[in-house]
């Protein structure tokens, strides 16, 4: 295929929005206070908000929106067979080399076409590849030993493959159907990198949609369609998005078509989420080491067989990161810089922020009333420190669509001045029409 142009980026994008998520309580290193722990993030304030809204437009599109697509939250910890059926314990993982000048380890399949060390620099200094296993390893019960071994599962599909029976029998689904999942998942991954792209620990969002086999390409397709408009519909540039199909030696072995969603980040095309024809591999798999019928019998056919399995498959933190450098603005207003965040506002973490002109007495009391009055229908912000100038900046950084500012008329005329974020216009509208006039504003 084509290469895709790609647009400019700011080569300092990464960086900006890595020091606005400290700043703002987006994300932070995990156990800073020891010096981190690598490739490890905590989310905060902000970043457990946004994250859990990206989780849920996900769950809305995928599942709430869809009648022939149902939910399951299965075990991190399952019995290892489900691990040497799948073949993650014989072929989950990754070539690894060794820099003899400097002794970092990398990837080779990550390595620059020179082949010089990423760190060093030294050229014909990398070991042999070796292959490396990506599951994190642990033990069960009291005594370390063979018969205790359990692994933290490097994927949420398998929990749905072996549930297929269950599911389909307990919510009386007929194939064409998924079974959508959002969930952690772990990876000993040897070269983490750029923030929370790569990490060891991070979560996922997947669906496994069984099909007759006869509509297995046809699904792929239209699931390949579908996942690329999702982001489209939430806001990131067309022009920084692409579905690169897979070329016959980057397939797995039980893939019959595999398609990326690719995000144009600061350092170039990077995979937003995977969509795979997966076959009948997994369930075949999990038939032939359990024993169990994972077959389905379509009574109106008279026929039975293993469903073939299509599997969008998105990263939660890859697509916040995706959300946030795409979002990222900076622009000039009355001889200032303004930081700012273009976010949909169904991934914004906060939705309005009730603002105070000052920290009059005769205006808290107010806004402290106006502020109940929102919370049980949006997640809100009350700020009264620093001038209000400041606050509309500090609510522009974090993505928040709408500011009510109460002001001393309003003590007068009861009605508030609403700011917009992404024009800076101002609206008045009366209190009692406030909640009425948000929601129709804001989406969900």
Known sequence: MSETPEPARDPKLLDKVINLCKRRGFVFQSSEIYGGFGSTYDYGPYGALMLNNVKAAWWRSMVQLRPDVVGLDAAILMAPQVWDASGHLASFTDPLVDCRECKERFREDLLPESGACPHCGAKGSMTEARHFNLMFKTFVGPVEDDASVAYLRPETAQGIFVNFKNVQGAARMKPPFGIAQVGKAFRNEITPQRFVFRTREFEQMELEFFVPPDEGMKWWEYWCAERLQWYVDLGIDESRLRLRQHDADELSHYSAGTADVEYLYPWGWGELEGIANRTDYDLTQHMERSGEDLTYFDQETDTRYVPHV????????????????????????????????????????????????????????????????????????????????????????IGTPLCVTIDFDTLDDRAVTIRDRDSMGQERIPIDKLVTYLTERLPT
């Open 310 to 397: 299509i599997e969008p498959s998105a990263g939660a933190t890859r697509s916040m990161i995706a959300f946030l450098m795409d979002a990222y603005d900076e622009e000039e207003v009355r001889g200032e810089k303004r930081t700012l965040l273009h976010l949909d506002p169904r991934l914004a973490p906060v939705k309005v922020a009730v603002l105070p002109l000052s920290r009059n007495e005769q205006l808290i009391p107010t806004a402290a009333e106006i502020g109940e009055m929102l919370r049980p229908h949006f997640m809100i912000d009350e700020d009264s420190a620093g001038s209000i100038g400041r606050r509309y900046r500090r609510q522009d950084e």
